[in-house]
């Protein structure tokens, strides 16, 4: 589940989901929403990412930053996430302006409002993304 939350200036949203894996695969969704919205993104390219940090919050706030460097240095697009022993295995493709249309330019992940937490229902997220 991903639901944009209003902010001012910025786009503040929230992730739910059952697992783990579920809530990697909304972040990059969520991303890729936010960059080129309903674009179609098709996996023939891959990208393998460390999952880095001491704690679960902070290995997931790394990858959605990583998720943002790739678009931003590669044109990358993650289409979908498999986790894997400490990293995440993208498979997705870079942009493509006769296929992809530019929603937004992210400028950043930022720490403020940031919240990863463990519900009854699964996993929780809220972000906010500098645009």
Known sequence: MRRLLAHS???????????LAGLYSEAAALVRETVVGDSAVAAVESRRVTLEGEEESERFFRFVRELL???DTEGFLAASVRLSGGAAL???ERFDPSRHLAER?????????FRFERTSSG????????L
């Open 123 to 130: 996993l929780g997220a809220e972000m906010v993304f500098d």
């Open 9 to 19: 200036g910025d786009l503040r949203a929230e992730l739910a989901a059952a697992d």
């Open 105 to 113: 330019q992210v400028k950043a992940l930022t720490r403020h409002r």
């Open 69 to 71: 460097y790739l678009y």
């Open 90 to 92: 993208l498979a997705g």
